[in-house]
């Protein structure tokens, strides 16, 4: 059975996505800790980060380096943390948090309740910054 990450990429369930090139695919998290918390995802299901094979993991990581430069850039932030984390959903993904103060950037800091137009308003400014970093 597909992830639910699957089913995002492969356009069945919508998501505020971010960025996008052939191999991942960023969006941002529907349960944020922080204002543009993005999720990065290779495109291929893969359970674990670390069973990623070396090429994968390395393109997905320069993708979440490109994606963190757009936040960063949209994001009124000190930093773009990045976390490897969760087992809830089985597809490897990197999770970009935006942060002014590193104890916002915890798995136990409160969920934030964003409207879905202002996350599509936040999805949109990224992807421009994105698009012009291209």
Known sequence: MPSIFTRIIQGEIPCHKVAETEDCLAFLDINPIARGHTLVVPKQEIDAFFDLDDGTMASLMIFAKRVAGALDRCIKCKRVGVMVIGTEVPHA???LIPFLQERQVS???????????????????IRAEWDAGS
């Open 93 to 95: 993904h990197v999770h």
């Open 107 to 125: 798995v136990t800091a409160p969920k934030l309740k964003i409207a879905p137009d202002e996350m599509a308003e936040i999805a949109a400014s």
